[in-house]
């Protein structure tokens, strides 16, 4: 079964940098495309980021797409997710999860099940 650990979430103000990582075991990374969300209070989780196998291809959420930036270390079993110039809208629970073989990122973000605790991203003005 996999399991995920996100970390390097804090307080940050606005305009500041973070870089979150995602340890994955129970699984070897090298499979599956894998995905940063994130889920604001009162908000449905969504899709931030994603990332194939090789690395060769990333999609970026258009609230992100140029602040953003996904990564990943396969024979680390590491996603990472490097984030400038954030907002206080960044303001979030962010989590990883691999893609299981969903049909969207909507399916995604709604299907997973084995999410990890998260790691807090607090933005301030």
């Known amino acids: 079964q996999v399991l995920l650990v996100e970390s390097g979430g804090g307080l940050v103000q606005a305009g500041g940098s973070l870089r979150l990582s995602c340890a994955v075991s129970g699984v070897a990374l090298s499979y599956y495309d894998m995905g940063w969300f994130r889920q604001a209070p009162g908000k449905e989780r969504e899709v931030v980021t994603a990332i194939s196998i090789s690395g060769d291809k990333t999609y970026y959420s258009d609230s992100v797409k140029g602040r953003f930036s996904i990564a990943r270390d396969n024979k680390k079993n590491t996603v990472y997710l490097q984030m400038n110039s954030l907002k206080q809208e960044d303001t979030a629970v962010y989590y990883c999860?691999?893609?299981?073989?969903?049909?969207?990122?909507?399916?995604?973000?709604?299907?997973?099940?084995?999410w990890g605790k998260g790691t807090q991203v607090t933005v301030s003005s």
């Open positions: 999860a691999p893609d299981l073989g969903y049909s969207d990122y909507v399916q995604w973000a709604r299907d997973f099940a084995s």
